[in-house]
């Protein structure tokens, strides 16, 4: 149950395939694509969270194998209890540059232990600047090799002859009679459903299984490799999955901000409403592409470098106050308000670094998307919450890294004239206590625009849920170019302890600590003494 197609251009020297994955809805959601190593060959895939294996993989000579289960009429079933994944196929043959080196790698491993696969691969003609297809069928009882393979190839558990016939017709349609395809034609057949037979259309569904994924492979024969992945059925994306490309640092986003992309991920009923030309608006109200240039442009640095040069081109200058907190301990918790949603990141990060040469931040999966603080980012998508993350808090405290912390959440709106931040959420304070850490309070200066407040106050008023003003966060950063940042650093806090700093502060519930902290760092702005304007 799975699709791939591709077109090959010897005029640029590169191949592009677009794979769609089908799958049972019992499994478990896949995990994007990451390096791994095979016979000391690098390689790129997903990985299926159920067995491990994969579906598919580009390694560094710029092969790429596909893996679809069949179901054909002569195939030789295993026990369940004695099948092994043919995910893992995948993964052996990513030490192969060329068919032959494929064929002995399977030949090598106990195929009776494999249900019935077909592995597909496109590998280099030397010399020629074209790619060829050759596939791999262990149908239980016999492997067969094929060359000159043609797209699409395609299987199914649901009346495999018919829906591969199905497919095919779509296919040559869109590509007008089987001449070479473009990358958007590949697009739009991947995308293709059928509203009478859900089954048989290339995003397909049934009540049992459906199509869970679209990986997309760009290889150069100069050695660029690519990969993009598409998390959903491709039907409900608004354009094709962006591209990370394939380093020796890792792979590296060619597009760290894809607007269309993650709002399909994050709220697809929503994006499935909107039309094409809405992204094309929302792309020019988040300063795509300038965000996207300036982040290629420093993808090579440090965490450190990538901070002081990012506040360095936006020309900010900082004020810091109680240093000494924060480098005179280890393993210290940074917990700071969230005035603007950027700057006062990279400003925390920046001191974090210097005073301890880490930091682990909890954040939106987003900023891992920008390659140089990616090592720094701890994934945590509040709007996609799971029973991961409480394990994935757990190890963060447990560890020795400092932690950066924003506890509100979200970034703080104007109420009444006043700047605050949300609620503060006590896990901060239930892990620092549980894994003996200190808490460092830190307030940060800024605030966003008379813009960006006024249209929450609207959308409040009006009980729109939608978080409209989101959207202007990156014209929010640029708008402070120039402007002076002022940081107070508190003496570090014991949550452990009932004396939180203060009289005041006598709280033993997690909760009311939180709180308490949150009403110390705005007594901190208080301190500074300094109001800020629009």
């Not at 791939?4 to 994007?32: G, I, Q, V």
């Not at 304070?429 to 800024?446: C, E, F, M, N």
């Not at 502060?505 to 909760?511: E, M, N, P, T, V």
């Amino acid at each position: 149950m799975c699709t791939l197609s591709w077109t090959s251009s010897p005029e640029r020297a590169e191949y592009e395939l677009f794979f769609n994955r089908d799958e049972l809805r019992t499994r478990k959601p896949a995990r994007p694509p990451e390096l791994a190593t095979t016979d000391g060959v690098r390689y790129a895939a997903p990985t299926d969270r159920d067995r491990g294996g994969s579906w598919i993989g580009v390694n560094q000579y710029g092969v790429t194998h596909c893996l679809l289960n069949t179901y054909e009429a002569d195939t030789v079933t295993v026990a369940p209890d004695e099948a092994r994944s043919r995910g893992e196929l995948v993964r052996l043959v990513q030490a192969s540059r060329s068919p032959e080196h494929t064929g002995r790698i399977i030949e090598s491993c106990p195929l009776q232990r494999y249900p019935p696969f077909m592995i597909v691969g496109l590998y280099w003609n030397s010399g020629r600047s074209v790619c060829e297809a050759v596939s791999f069928h262990w149908n239980g009882n016999k492997l067969t090799t094929r060359e000159g393979v043609q797209p699409p190839v395609t299987t199914s558990s649901y009346l495999p002859a018919r829906v591969r016939e199905w497919r095919q017709d779509a296919f040559r349609r869109l590509t007008r009679d089987g001449t070479r395809a473009t990358s958007r034609q590949l697009w739009k057949f991947h995308t293709l459903t059928d509203r009478q037979q859900p089954a048989r259309g290339v995003c397909m569904s049934r009540s049992d299984a459906g199509t869970v994924s679209c990986t997309r492979v760009l290889s150069r024969e100069d050695g660029a490799v690519f990969m993009g992945y598409f998390d959903g059925p491709p039907c409900r994306a608004k354009e094709a999955p962006s591209f990370d490309r394939f380093t020796d640092a890792g792979l590296r986003p060619t597009r760290p901000l894809n607007v269309a992309q993650a709002f399909c991920e994050r709220a697809p009923s929503v994006a499935a409403k909107l039309p094409r030309p809405v992204f094309s608006l929302l792309r020019l109200v988040l300063l795509e592409k300038r965000i996207n240039r300036l982040v290629r442009m420093a993808s090579d640095l440090t965490p450190l470098e990538f901070c002081e040069r990012a506040l360095d081109y936006l020309e900010i200058s900082t004020v810091v106050q109680g240093r000494r907190f924060l480098s005179d301990m280890a393993r210290p918790v940074v917990a700071a308000n969230h005035p603007t949603g950027g700057i006062e990141g990279l400003v925390l990060m920046r001191e974090i670094l210097l005073a301890h040469g880490d930091v682990a931040v909890p954040a939106n999966d987003l900023l891992a998307r920008v390659p140089s603080l990616a090592p720094l980012v701890v994934p945590v998508d509040r709007y996609r919450g799971n029973a991961a993350v409480a394990t994935r808090y757990a190890e963060l405290y447990a560890g020795d890294r400092p932690v950066l912390i924003f506890p509100a959440g979200r970034t703080a709106r104007k109420k009444a004239g006043v700047l605050r931040d949300f609620p503060w959420a006590k896990s901060f304070v239930t892990h620092a206590r549980r894994h003996d850490r200190r808490i460092v309070p830190a307030w940060v200066s800024g605030e966003n625009s008379r813009q960006f407040n006024t249209i929450y106050a609207i959308r409040h008023a009006l009980s729109i849920d939608l978080n409209l003003e989101m959207f202007l966060l990156a014209r929010e950063l640029f708008r402070r170019r120039g402007s002076e940042v002022r940081v107070i650093f508190n003496r570090p806090v014991d949550p452990g302890t009932d004396d939180a700093g203060s009289a005041d502060l006598h709280l033993r519930a997690d909760s009311r600590r939180a709180l308490a902290l949150q009403a110390l760092v705005e007594s901190l702005r208080r301190q500074g003494g300094v109001t800020y304007e629009d």
